[in-house]
């Protein structure tokens, strides 16, 4: 089946020492997203590609970085993780479009990556 | 700014029963909403999407309306099952093609 997967599944990192999560998926979607997401609130959009134009989002901390080397294929680098970046942490993919029609536009996300920092 | 709100927060009902979800956003202008579900420590699942020219997408036993004049979507749970149980989040795509999210209502649904 199509699908975004996330690994690792869970991450444990000591204070200040760099992760990556990885993202890849085979639906060929065009658009790729990272969200954080803490307990009990919202996803938070981190960055997103589109194609191969990388979009941050404004109050995107610059400890979080991020790569896309191919349409499948993308990664968050967090390069030294505090306790407050603990969290769940979201790939999701979308094919662009005109709003809807033919599944434009609805994100496909995977089942995360939970990243305790001790 | 286009703000979500989703509100209960959280959500108590006996199996069985037929309950409602609301979403509320405050500036019209959107281009479609989106209805998600979320199982503990797991990544969100797309139910419907609504465009703005719709009112209206049904799912199985899961109905979602619009109404873009009033600032509200429902997503309605017909005939509700213990594995309905999950947080239901709704977002909006607003004019800027930002999506906008809810903080999303708690289900459980009692055996």
């Known amino acids: 089946d199509a699908m975004v997967i996330q690994n690792p599944r869970y991450q444990v990192t000591q204070f200040g020492k760099p992760v990556t999560l990885s993202c890849s998926q085979t639906?060929?979607?065009?658009?790729m997203y990272w969200y954080q997401q803490k307990s009990s609130q919202a996803p938070k959009l981190l960055f997103h590609y589109y194609d191969k134009d990388f979009n941050n989002e404004a109050d995107t901390p610059d400890n979080f970085q991020s790569r896309r080397p191919n349409t499948s294929f993308c990664f968050l680098d967090i390069r030294s993780p505090g306790l407050g970046d603990a969290a769940m942490y979201l790939c999701?993919?979308?094919?662009?479009?005109?709003?809807?029609?033919?599944?434009?536009?609805?994100?496909?996300f995977g089942a995360g990556s939970r990243l305790t920092v001790l | 700014k286009q703000e979500v709100t989703q509100i209960p927060a959280a959500l108590s009902v006996p199996e069985g029963e037929n309950l409602v979800l609301n979403c509320s956003f405050t500036?019209?202008?959107?281009?479609?909403l989106q209805w998600f579900r979320q199982d503990p420590g797991k990544g969100l699942t797309s139910l419907l999407l609504i465009q703005s020219s719709q009112r209206e997408q049904t799912s199985g036993r899961l109905n979602a309306s619009l109404d873009k004049s009033s600032g509200r979507s429902t997503l309605y749970i017909a005939a509700s099952q213990p594995g309905d149980s999950a947080t239901y989040l709704c977002?909006?795509?607003?004019?800027?093609?930002?999506?906008?999210w809810g903080a999303g209502t708690k289900l459980i649904i009692k055996p």
């Open positions: 639906l060929n979607h065009n658009v």
């Open positions: 500036d019209s202008a959107i281009y479609n």
């Open positions: 999701a993919t979308s094919r662009s479009g005109t709003s809807g029609r033919g599944g434009a536009n609805v994100l496909t």
């Open positions: 977002a909006a795509r607003d004019s800027n093609y930002q999506l906008i």
